[in-house]
T-cell receptor, first 112, second 114 residues
Framework: DAKTTQPPSMDCAEGRAANLPCNHSTISGNEYVYWYRQIHSQGPQYIIHGLKNNETNEMASLIITEDRKSSTLILPHATLRDTAVYYCIVRVKDSGTYKYIFGTGTRLKVLA | NAGVTQTPKFRILKIGQSMTLQCTQDMNHNYMYWYRQDPGMGLKLIYYSVGAGITDKGEVPNGYNVSRSTTEDFPLRLELAAPSQTSVYFC?????????????FGSGTQLSVL
């Protein structure tokens, strides 16, 4: 079963910040949170990941709550090209190996 | 580097036919994964491999088989195709998993079983 919960859809005005929430209340102490996005039916594209500290890269910022039960992906200035399905993923360790378990994602629509 | 390459991009099968979805990566990654994505849904893990000669089941392995004879290749085999296997299949890879590793995905294979 997926270990993350996300809203099914969100809208955002072009040029505004898009804040995508994710709940991962059962996350373990050493499990990372990853964010990917999927445009149309292409292969998912990596955005960012983190363990407990906030992270920022050229694409986005990741804010993780202190108790690590939830996180927020921030796209600071959304463009029409950011319209996609965004997946919050927990990388789990199972019998010594790592697996990435996807949820159903949030469909973000950026509006002109 | 080409990254992760999947073939074919599209395929239509009749019920009961068999086929192999090919996946190869040129990044010398140890970990490889097969996912399926049904319309409007997220990705479900079918099988994964942590290195040549080692494979293991994911969330939805029934009806599929895999092999990993080399580091580069991770083919997915459907023996008796069923309509329930109509889906988009994605192959992915990563280096030996550590704190900074991430998945690289192929462009997918769209399979219809009629």
């Amino acid at each position: 079963d997926a270990k993350t919960t996300q809203p099914p859809s969100m809208d955002c005005a072009e040029g505004r910040a898009a804040n995508l929430p994710c709940n991962h209340s059962t996350i373990s102490g050493n499990e990372y949170v990853y964010w990917y996005r999927q445009i149309h039916s292409q292969g998912p594209q990596y955005i960012i990941h983190g363990l407990k500290n906030n992270e920022t890269n050229e694409m986005a910022s990741l804010i993780i709550t202190e108790d690590r039960k939830s996180s927020t992906l921030i796209l600071p200035h959304a463009t029409l090209r950011d319209t996609a399905v965004y997946y919050c993923i927990v990388r789990v360790k199972d019998s010594g190996t790592y697996k990435y378990i996807f949820g159903t994602g949030t469909r973000l629509k950026v509006l002109a | 580097n080409a990254g992760v390459t999947q073939t074919p991009k599209f395929r239509i099968l009749k019920i009961g036919q068999s086929m192999t979805l090919q996946c190869t990566q040129d990044m010398n990654h140890n970990y490889m994964y097969w996912y399926r994505q049904d319309p409007g849904m997220g990705l479900k893990l079918i099988y994964y491999s942590v290195g040549a000669g080692i494979t293991d089941k994911g969330e939805v392995p029934n009806g599929y088989n895999v092999s990993r004879s080399t580091t580069e290749d991770f083919p997915l085999r459907l023996e008796l195709a069923a309509p329930s296997q109509t889906s988009v299949y994605f192959c992915a890879s990563s280096r030996v998993a550590n704190n900074n590793e991430k998945l690289f995905f192929g462009s997918g294979t769209q399979l219809s079983v009629l």
